[in-house]
């Protein structure tokens, strides 16, 4: 992780730093690095998302999001409409 972030630190364009930035949170929501606990990992992509709705990297950030929320998520039973 430190790695990447000295990447960003260097980069000059935006492009590369936002790489930086998404792959930084996609290591930590696919494995426990840091000490990151999966909800953290999720915040980070979520906030990934946030930043750079333009970004290539869009569609699996959003899917990272769900699959790092989703153990967070109580099933109360079938709802009646």
Same mark, same amino acid.
């Given at each position: 992780?430190?790695?990447?972030?000295?990447?960003?630190?260097?980069?000059?364009?935006?492009?590369?730093?936002?790489?930086?930035?998404?792959?930084?949170?996609?290591?930590?929501?696919?494995?426990?690095?840091?000490?990151?606990?999966?909800?953290?990992?999720?915040?980070?992509?979520?906030?990934?998302?946030?930043?750079?709705?333009?970004? $290539?990297? $869009?569609?699996?950030?959003?899917?990272?999001?769900?699959?790092?929320?989703?153990?967070?998520?109580?099933?109360?039973?079938?709802?009646?409409?």
């Amino acid at each position: 992780m430190s790695a990447l972030e000295g990447i960003k630190d260097e980069a000059a364009r935006s492009e590369v730093k936002q790489d930086v930035e998404f792959y930084a949170a996609l290591a930590a929501s696919r494995w426990p690095v840091g000490g990151l606990e999966i909800s953290e990992a999720g915040k980070l992509m979520a906030d990934f998302v946030g930043k750079y709705p333009q970004n $290539y990297h $869009y569609l699996e950030a959003n899917e990272m999001v769900a699959t790092c929320s989703w153990p967070t998520w109580t099933y109360k039973g079938p709802q009646v409409l």
